[in-house]
């Protein structure tokens, strides 16, 4: 890795690392959840139909106005989407198929993972890629945690069940390898999520504390010198938004600015999440030591015995180019 260019320290030129010699790389992720973390939240929100309103939203106006946004900007995103929005919505997921983006698992129910044993984990993950592939007619092989973590030994199943990447965790700027298993992260940060500045809810409230809904201009702002510092240390830039957040009348139209900000650097490479990992995993670049990653697993292993040989070991030792 050059010196300085993750931690924003330090002068040294950044070396490409992605596709043509582009400068850095962006994933734009959606989360096509509708009305199911309202139901998650509470059941009972089954019978509020104004409170589930909210949440369809997304399905039957928020999802028409960010194809549009994705077409005229000629962005193919990655949509995780939970098997039961297929079942639900499919003629507005079949949408996003038939416009040529790339469909990832995100559970089927919008599970809370943390109160999920690991089987009931796999179970979600398995019913939620058999309704996209009755849909798309394939798998999908990327996944994101629809809420709450992944319990320790979820990675080499995710692997099992077709899965060759996630975009579910924090801990990086850049793409790196799940030690326990052949799986590429591609990482998250909350600033990149439009979610945290706009959704809200009177009843149930949310958020608890009321109230929130964020300026504009300021999260255009953010969103806008993120990249420029992303851009300016070689990093992947993953944002993260939801139909019935951003869809809305104006907020979409903070979308298409961004666009047109990024669209303005030549040196920006857009790929979605299966590109993005593919890309990682084909360079053979190794984690940097002392990866958080690595230190979880070794710290979640269990007492006795030893992590088998892991993707990153193994490339450790093979040729890289400079990261």
């Known amino acids: 890795m050059v010196a300085g260019d993750a931690t924003g320290s330090g002068g040294a030129a950044v070396v490409s690392r992605w596709p043509n010699?582009?400068?850095?790389?962006?994933?734009?992720?959606?989360?096509?959840?509708?009305?199911?973390?309202?139901?998650a939240a509470d059941p009972a929100n089954a019978a509020r139909e104004k409170t589930l309103s909210v949440g369809r939203y997304g399905a039957r106006r928020g999802t028409?106005?960010?194809?549009a946004a994705l077409a005229d900007a000629g962005v193919r995103a990655t949509w995780f989407v939970p098997g039961r929005t297929v079942e639900l919505h499919p003629g507005a997921v079949g949408e996003v198929h038939g416009a040529g983006h790339e469909l990832a698992n995100h559970g089927h129910r919008h599970e809370d993972f943390d109160v999920?044993?690991?089987?009931?984990?796999?179970?979600?993950?398995?019913?939620?890629?058999?309704?996209?592939?009755?849909?798309?007619?394939?798998?999908?092989?990327?996944?994101?945690t629809p809420l709450g973590s992944w319990k320790p030994g979820l990675a080499g199943r995710l692997?099992?069940?077709?899965?060759?990447?996630?975009?579910?965790?924090?801990?990086?700027?850049?793409?790196?390898?799940?030690?326990?298993?052949?799986?590429?992260e591609i990482p998250l940060h909350h600033e990149l999520h439009d979610h945290p500045y706009f959704f809200f809810n009177l009843q149930p409230p949310f958020p608890a504390g009321q109230s929130r809904i964020a300026p504009y201009r300021?999260?255009?702002?953010?969103?806008?010198?993120?990249?420029?510092?992303?851009?300016r240390f070689g990093l992947c830039y993953v944002l993260r938004l939801q139909p019935e957040v951003i869809g809305t009348p104006a907020r979409i139209g903070l979308l298409r600015e961004l666009f047109e900000h990024i669209r303005g650097h030549?040196?920006?490479?857009?790929?979605?999440?299966?590109?993005i990992a593919d890309?990682?995993?084909?360079?053979?670049?190794?984690?940097d030591p002392g990866h958080p990653a690595d230190l979880f697993a070794t710290l979640t292993a269990t007492p006795g015995t030893a992590l088998t040989a892991t993707p990153t070991a193994a490339l450790t030792a093979a040729p890289t180019e400079a990261s």
Do not use: K
């Open 21 to 39: 010699g582009a400068r850095c790389a962006v994933l734009i992720s959606v989360d096509f959840d509708a009305e199911l973390p309202i139901l």
């Open 64 to 67: 028409d106005r960010l194809l």
């Open 159 to 184: 692997a099992e069940l077709g899965v060759t990447w996630s975009s579910s965790g924090f801990g990086d700027d850049l793409p790196y390898l799940h030690p326990d298993a052949d799986l590429v």
């Open 116 to 144: 999920l044993t690991v089987s009931e984990q796999v179970d979600a993950v398995r019913r939620g890629s058999a309704a996209l592939a009755e849909l798309a007619g394939q798998r999908p092989r990327g996944f994101r």
């Open 279 to 287: 890309w990682w995993r084909a360079r053979r670049v190794p984690n």
């Open 266 to 275: 030549d040196d920006v490479w857009f790929g979605t999440g299966g590109e």
């Open 218 to 231: 300021q999260v255009l702002g953010n969103w806008t010198q993120e990249f420029t510092a992303y851009h």
